[in-house]
């Protein structure tokens, strides 16, 4: 079965500086990835997607992820935070015989003024 | 632009009470699907749907029905409400074909507490 992992559950950066988000997946064939972003109080927003094609995959508010098969990781990137990208970000895969998402446990970012 | 839309917002249910969580959507999508968040713990799939009449079970499904009348609308059903259920319930929606890349579009979510 497939499953990912955030090592990271919380991480604070300063604003201004750069974020990597770290995400490992568990899954035997080509992995559909997702990331999403959940302010407090809200539902989950899409940032980005990889399926398949360029390994460097932009999504939306300046994040950027990578896919590595050779390390099965899709790390989320950004190069200067802002202080509204404090959040819970998930990273997901696709379960293809549901054709629903199996999420990490999710990484807290806080930012300092 | 409703998009997902769940309700109640929040809910506060005594041991043994039953409760439906409302979800509808309005992107004529035929895949929704039901999650549970508990702090830590990410969101884990309940029970799904494909289209209208057909329902299926995800990962932590005891506890809860579900059903699909119409393609609209996915309510979750608690009949007999227990602490180990206080959590925030998320719906979800997306028109899946024949690809695997599709996202899933959320409602704000149910925050559930059984005292």
């Known amino acids: 079965a497939q499953s990912v992992t955030q090592p990271d559950i919380h991480i604070t950066v300063s604003e201004g500086a750069s974020l990597e988000l770290r995400c490992n997946y568990s899954?035997?064939?080509?992995?559909?990835l997702f990331w999403y972003v959940q302010s407090p109080g809200q539902g989950l927003q899409l940032l980005l997607k990889?399926?398949?094609?360029?390994?460097l995959v932009q999504g939306i508010k300046g994040f950027e992820a990578e896919f590595k098969r050779s390390q099965s990781s899709f790390n989320l990137r950004k190069p200067s935070v802002h202080w509204s990208d404090a959040a819970e970000y998930f990273c997901?895969?696709?379960?293809?015989?549901?054709?629903?998402?199996?999420f990490g446990s999710g990484t807290r970012l806080q930012v300092q003024p | 632009n409703a998009g997902v839309t769940q309700t109640p917002k929040f809910r506060i249910l005594k041991i043994g009470q039953s409760m439906t969580l409302q979800c509808t959507q309005d992107?004529?999508?035929?895949?929704m699907y039901w999650y549970r968040q508990d702090p830590g713990m990410g969101l884990k799939l309940i029970y799904y749907?494909?289209?209208?009449?057909?329902?299926d079970k995800g990962e932590v499904p005891n506890g809860y029905n579900v059903s699909r009348s119409t393609t609209e609308d996915f309510p979750l059903r608690l009949e007999l409400a227990a602490p180990s259920q206080t959590s925030v319930y998320f719906c979800?929606?997306?028109?899946?074909?024949?690809?695997?890349?599709?996202?899933?579009?959320f409602g704000n979510g149910t925050r559930l507490t059984v005292t």
């Open positions: 990889y399926f398949s094609g360029d390994t």
């Open positions: 899954y035997g064939a080509t992995p559909y």
């Open positions: 749907s494909v289209g209208a009449g057909i329902t």
């Open positions: 992107m004529n999508h035929n895949y």
């Open positions: 979800a929606s997306s028109y899946m074909t024949g690809g695997y890349n599709s996202p899933l579009h």
């Open positions: 997901a895969v696709m379960d293809t015989g549901r054709r629903a998402l199996t």
